[in-house]
C-alpha cells in the first residue's frame, strides 16, 4: 500500500486489558509490543475466581452496565464493540470450552485459569507479538502526542502507547498503581483511588468467632446516614481477626461508597428461612428439650459452636440463666439476635486486599469511542487502570477485555 507505514504499538502491562488489546492491535495491522514487569504475562488473571477465572458474565449488554458500579455509560462503546458473548466465543475459538454457573458466571469447563492465561498467551505468540519483561519507567510525550516510553533497562520510540497496568489491589500480581503515576506526571487527571470488593473491618470485637464460615445466611448493610439498604443478599461469609470477609461481604463492600467508621452497618440473619415465629416455636422446641441446661448449653442444635459464646452476649441473657427461667422478653431479645445481629463497620480493610481499585484514570480523560487520551494524541488506556469498577461476577474482566479492544483496535489505525 503507497504511502502506508505500519504503526508500531507499545502496550503496558500484561494483564487481562493488555493481552486482548495486544491481540486486537495485532489484528488490526500494527507492530506490536507488550512490556511486561513480571517473568511471565497473567500473573493476576491466574488467580482470579479462586484460580478458576469467572472470565465474563453471560448477560446482555444493559444487564452488563447495571452491573458497572462507576461510570457504566463510559464503557457503552466498548461493551457494544466487545460483548460478553463476543469474549465467550472469543475464548472458545481459542480452544478453551466455557461453562455457565450461578448468577450467569462463566468459567472455563477445565475450573483452570491457567487455561485463560495460556490461551491468551499462545495467540499473542501465534500472531507474533513481542513481549518483553521490562518495568517501564514513564511514557515518553512530546507537544501533546506521546512518543514512546523509558524502560528499566532503556529507551523506546511508538507511534502508541496503551495503559493497561491495572490498579493498585493486590500488589504483588504486578498491578501496583504506576499507571496513576504515569498518567499524573502528564497532568492527566486521577479520581481518588479506594478499595472495592474488599473485607470490612467491624467496630465490635468479633476475633473470638475467627475462622468461622457461614453458609445459607443473610447479610443486610444499612447506611446509617439514609437510612437505605444498600445490600441484602443469602450467601457465604467468614468471620476473621478484624472483623468479616468472604463473598457477601466483598459483594455488599462494593455498595459502600462513602465508607467512614459508623456510616453503614450490617445485619446478619442467622435463620434466614425462618421468619420470626417460625424461628421463636423452633427455639421453643429446643428449649423444651433441654428445660434444665444452662441457656449457653442449649443451643448446640441451632447454631455453630464457635459463635454461641458471641451470640449469647450479644442476647443479653446470662450465659448460665436455666433454659426454663428464660422470660418471654428473653426469649425475643434472643431471636432478635439471630436474625439481626448488627455489627458496626469501622472501615474497609486496606486498598492492596481489595479485588478491585475504585477510581483511577478520570473517564473526563478518555474518549469513550475508543479509549484515546483528550489530551494526548497516542496515548490509550485500558482495564482497571480507568475509573471504572463492576460487582463480582465476572463483570471486572469483561471491562479488561472490552476496553482492551477497542484500545487495540484505535491504537492501531492512523489518526
Ligand atoms: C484475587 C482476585 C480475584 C479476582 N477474580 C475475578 C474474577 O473471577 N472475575 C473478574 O471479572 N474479575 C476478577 N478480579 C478482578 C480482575 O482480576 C481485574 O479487574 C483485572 O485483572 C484487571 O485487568 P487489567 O489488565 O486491567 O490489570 P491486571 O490484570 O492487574 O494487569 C496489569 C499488568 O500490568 C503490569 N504492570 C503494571 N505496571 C507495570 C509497569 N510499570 N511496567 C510493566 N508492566 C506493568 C502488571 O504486572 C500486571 O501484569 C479478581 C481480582 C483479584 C485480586
Known sequence: MDGYRQRCVAIIGGGAAGMMAAIYAVQNGADVTL???NPYLGKKLGITGKGRCNVTNDCDNGEFLKNVIANPK???ASINNLSTSDVKDFFENLGVPLKTERGRRVFPVSDKAADIVNALKNCLRDYGVKVVHEKVISIKASENRVTGLITDRGEYDFDA???????ASYPMTGSDGDGYRFAKELGIE?????PSLVPLETVEDVSSNMGLSLKNVTLKAVDNKTGKTVFN??????FTHFGLTGPLVLSASSHMRHMEKGRYTVYIDFKPALDTNELDKRVLSDFSKNINKDFANALGHLLPSKIIPYIVKRSGIPPDAKVNEITKAQRKAFIDTLKGLS???KGFRPLREAIVTAGGISVKEINPSDMSSRKYKGLYFAGEVIDVDAYTGGYNLQI????GALAGMHAAWEE
Open 233 to 238: 443478599e443469602l450467601g457465604e461469609m467468614l
Open 400 to 403: 479488561a477485555f472490552s476496553t
Open 35 to 37: 512490556f511486561e514487569k
Open 190 to 194: 486521577v479520581s481518588p483511588l479506594f
Open 74 to 76: 463510559f464503557l457503552y
Open 161 to 167: 502507547v496503551i495503559c493497561a497496568t491495572g490498579g
Open 343 to 345: 455489627l458496626e463497620i
